[in-house]
């Protein structure tokens, strides 16, 4: 029973530590993408103002307000899916 409890603990502890530099991994790719694809517009700090955000209507959104709109219409956001 001991070593059970022994073997669990050690697994948890492992799980505890290698998961969040796994997630630091992952989050090194998204940043790459980010980089390549988002930041000219939304800038490198998600606020809007990247080089080519002055030439563009509508504007490009500000990530770092946590405001995000999915339907032009708020009714929109009741309607479902087709399924």
């Known amino acids: 029973m001991r070593y059970l409890l022994s073997a669990s603990a ?3 502890l492992t799980l505890a530590i290698t998961a969040p530099l796994a997630a630091q991994a992952a989050g090194g790719a998204g940043k790459v993408t980010y980089d390549k694809w988002c930041a000219g517009c939304h800038g490198v700090q ?3 103002a990247g080089p080519s955000a002055l030439r563009m209507l509508p504007r490009p959104r500000n990530f770092t ?5 999915f339907a032009r219409h708020p009714a ?4 479902r899916m087709p399924t």
């Open 10 to 12: 050690f697994v948890v």
């Open 46 to 48: 998600g606020d809007g």
């Open 65 to 69: 307000l946590g405001l995000f709109r």
């Open 76 to 79: 929109a956001r009741y309607r």
